[in-house]
């Protein structure tokens, strides 16, 4: 659908749009700010929009880069750094900047923190399957206090594309499918990050990435255009962004990719009008890395001054490494190509970030000796990481309840180098996350039955995942010393994360072979999954008795997983996006459209596969734990409602199985009919709770007004009056459920 984007800046504007964080400084900042701006020269001015990445190193070039960097931080021409950290060097950087520099403006320090700086935690998506936003911000909380105490002031983080595609390798770094528990995350990471004071010192300036749709990225292959209509756009990619606005994230990165045929960093309708003029977003918008010259490639600009003319004027405020606005805006802002307006505001938007963290008073503040020693890898942050580790796991079968295991067990046989590897648990994106630090699987489960035999075969190669010759014969001799074997089954680290796009994602290599080997011993058997994006699993998931999906959880990995395996922690994630049976099945995620043949048994020309089914593997919001949980249709307080109002809808929730546990309640609504058509549920509320065995209670969910509307073909944010179904249960598909009517 066409739409003529000036209508839709005009109903966007009739929104009105709210004051956030990111708004002005005091008087006193601001008087300071303009006092500077006047100061500077073009040159100066376009220096401070300007990010490079520290050269590291002592060859040759790498000291010519640094020589050079340092030369400009004193000319005034460079003002933030990516990638560059630890106390002395920052400082030493710094001080270049506020003592020999003609204005004294102390510089930005940015890098990618994305689960953790030292202490890694498990990877965002993993996060996001425990469904319990208060625990992943305390892990942003530690991962800023780390990273600030190392010289850090600002994190590349969170990203909150949603994605539908988990081919796309960068998945992982996001909070899966859905755009409300997407929203949740990115409030819970935002507010961890910046905390409620950005001026404390250890508080990290958060960024909303990759702005946007960057997850839409055409056959899961990073980079590649998004094209999708607005509604979608709007439904479905732009809710967690807005949501990073409201919890008043500090900045914002572009995509590298175009959407609609608009690059990200030359679309002046997103960034300006939607972003800053619709949603009230002051803040900063960074480019991606090297993304501005990459519009030339785009085909949208011939020469480099084009492409900084360009995205300097759709809203890209800081070039991150093309170093065309430092090296080639400024005839540009002589000819008025880009005006002295659209400079100041962005330098405004740089030095008002200096100034909230407080650079402006005390340049060092963020650059102490002792901090930087005492802060890392603390127990109390390696508590905080295992409390998010255990909660991120998601238990996806267990027949004839075989988890939890007794630790009476004597012999254990743990299969499967994945199992005894200190480097796939830290995930793609680590920060300055050692393998030293890592306790593996295999060491988590020695360390939890110290009485036992724990055996161990590596089985495959890594990272190819070939079996090794002899196995079977090494896994039948084994099998007279074993009462339990445990295979961990996945990927690598490097399998997930940029540009990591597979174009299979089933179990890599010969790894459903080997779990066959194992089935075919007769003993039981736990499977462990570990890995960065869903899997299709329709080789194991049938046949295998217990599956446990672990992800990569970061350095206390192994005691996360055993305090699940042995029942010291009863498991309660959730899948924040769905697992195919086979890739073949993708795009397949539970907000679809019904269509007008939806899929059905008995009737061939329906929208199905011939080969497979249509239905997934494992649904969004599924996972179970060791108890069970009776959770009643919801009941909404009226049966009818009017436009506007909120409407509290009951659900009553009772632990019917022998162990204490967590249970996520989901919520669900269909809008019946409508004139754009609706998606067959959304979810629009979740609560996890903590019942004990046997108790039971009432739990109350408020769908607000906002829960009832949609884009319609103007792109008016509306509901319209009709009849709703209400869902509730315990994963997307096993559903109970109700109905009410909106009036107007
Ligand atoms: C990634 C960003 C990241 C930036 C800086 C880019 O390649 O797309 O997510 O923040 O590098 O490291």
Redo the contacts with the bound molecule.
């Keep these: 659908m066409k739409i003529n984007h000036k209508v839709i800046v005009f109903l966007l504007l009739l929104i009105s749009s709210a004051i956030h964080a990111q708004t002005k400084l005091n008087q006193q900042g601001e008087a300071l700010i303009d006092n500077l701006i006047s100061q500077m020269t073009v040159n100066e001015k376009l220096g401070q929009l300007a990010q490079m990445?520290w050269s590291w190193g002592d060859s040759p070039q790498a000291a010519a880069t640094q020589k050079l960097y340092k030369e400009r931080v004193k000319q005034g021409t460079l003002g933030s750094f990516?990638?560059v950290h630890g106390v002395a060097l920052t400082c030493e950087l710094q001080r270049i900047a506020v003592e020999e520099s003609r204005l004294k403006i102390p510089l930005l320090f940015?890098?990618?923190v994305?689960h953790g700086w030292r202490t890694i935690f498990p990877v965002p998506l993993a996060e996001a399957a425990s469904w319990n936003p208060d625990l992943v911000g305390q892990s942003a909380r530690v991962a800023a206090v780390e990273a600030t105490s190392a010289g850090i002031h600002w994190t590349?983080?969170p990203?909150v594309d949603i994605s539908r595609d988990p081919r796309w390798g960068?998945i992982t770094?996001g909070s899966g499918e859905d755009p409300f528990l997407g929203s949740a995350m990115a409030t819970a990471r935002v507010k961890g990050f910046q905390g409620d004071d950005i001026s404390a010192g250890n508080t990290l300036l958060a960024?909303a990435?990759?702005f946007c749709a960057?997850g839409a990225a055409e056959g899961g292959r990073d980079y590649n255009i998004a094209d999708m209509s607005l509604q979608t756009l709007f439904g479905i990619y732009l809710p967690p962004f807005k949501a990073a606005v409201d919890a008043g994230v500090e900045t914002f990165?572009g995509?590298?990719n175009e959407v609609n045929g608009v690059p990200m960093h030359a679309n002046d309708f997103l960034i300006n009008k939607v972003l800053h003029q619709q949603w009230g977003f002051s803040g900063l918008l960074i480019s991606?890395?090297?993304?501005v010259m990459e519009l030339q490639r785009h085909g949208i600009a011939a020469t480099p001054e084009d492409a900084g003319v360009l995205a300097l004027n759709a809203g890209v405020d800081i070039d991150?490494?093309s170093d065309i606005y430092a090296g080639e805006l400024a005839s540009a802002v002589t000819d008025n190509r880009v005006s002295e307006k659209v400079l100041n505001n962005a330098v405004a938007r740089v030095l008002r970030l200096k100034y909230k963290l407080g650079l402006f008073d005390d340049p060092y503040r963020y650059h102490n000796l002792e901090r930087e020693k005492e802060n890392i890898l603390t127990n109390e942050h390696r508590q905080v990481a295992r409390n998010v580790a255990r909660e991120s796991i998601v238990l996806l079968k267990n027949d004839n309840h075989l988890l939890p295991l007794s630790k009476t067990i004597k012999n254990i046989t743990v299969v499967g180098a994945l199992a005894a590897d200190n480097d796939a648990p830290l995930g793609a994106?680590r920060g300055q996350g050692r393998k030293e630090d890592v306790i593996t699987v295999l060491q988590g489960i020695k360390e939890a039955l110290p009485g036992a035999r724990i055996g161990y075969e590596a089985a495959y190669d890594l990272p190819e995942f070939k079996n090794q010759d002899d196995i079977k014969d090494r896994i039948q001799k084994s099998v007279p010393e074993t009462d339990v074997f445990i295979l961990v089954l996945g990927e690598t680290a490097r399998m997930t994360g940029?540009a990591s796009n597979r174009s299979s994602i089933e179990l890599p290599g010969e790894q459903n072979k080997l779990a066959q080997i194992l089935k075919r011993t007769g003993k039981p058997l736990v499977i462990l999954l570990m890995n960065g994006r869903p899997l299709a699993l329709s080789q194991i998931a049938h046949e295998m008795p217990v599956i446990v999906e672990c992800w990569f959880l970061g350095v206390e990995m192994g005691h996360a997983v055993a305090d699940v395996l042995f029942g010291d922690f009863n498991p309660s994630g959730k899948l924040p996006a769905t697992f195919p049976r086979v890739t073949g099945q993708i795009p397949i995620y539970y907000n679809h459209k019904n269509t007008g043949r939806p899929p059905v048994e008995d009737d061939f020309f329906r929208s199905k596969y011939l080969d497979v089914p249509w239905t997934p593997q494992f649904p969004f919001g599924y996972g179970l734990g060791y108890s069970s949980f009776d959770i009643s249709a919801p009941v909404p307080e009226k049966q009818v409602i009017h436009s506007g109002d909120k409407i509290v809808v009951s659900v009553h929730v009772k632990n019917t199985g022998k162990y204490d546990g967590q249970e996520v309640v989901q919520l669900y609504l269909r809008d019946e009919v409508r004139s754009i058509t609706p998606p067959v549920k959304q979810l629009v509320a979740f609560n996890k709770i903590f019942l004990k065995s046997g108790e039971s209670r009432s739990i109350q969910f408020v769908i607000q007004p906002d829960n009832l509307k949609f884009y319609d073909s103007n792109l008016n944010y509306k509901s319209e009056p009709g009849w709703f179904t209400i869902y509730s249960g315990a994963d997307s598909e096993n559903l109970k459920s109700s109905r009410f009517q909106l009036v107007n």
Excluded: S
């Design positions: 990445r990516l990638g940015a890098q990618d994305i590349f983080a990203m960068r770094e960024c990435k990759h960057y990165m995509a590298f991606d890395f090297t993304a991150m490494e994106w940029e």
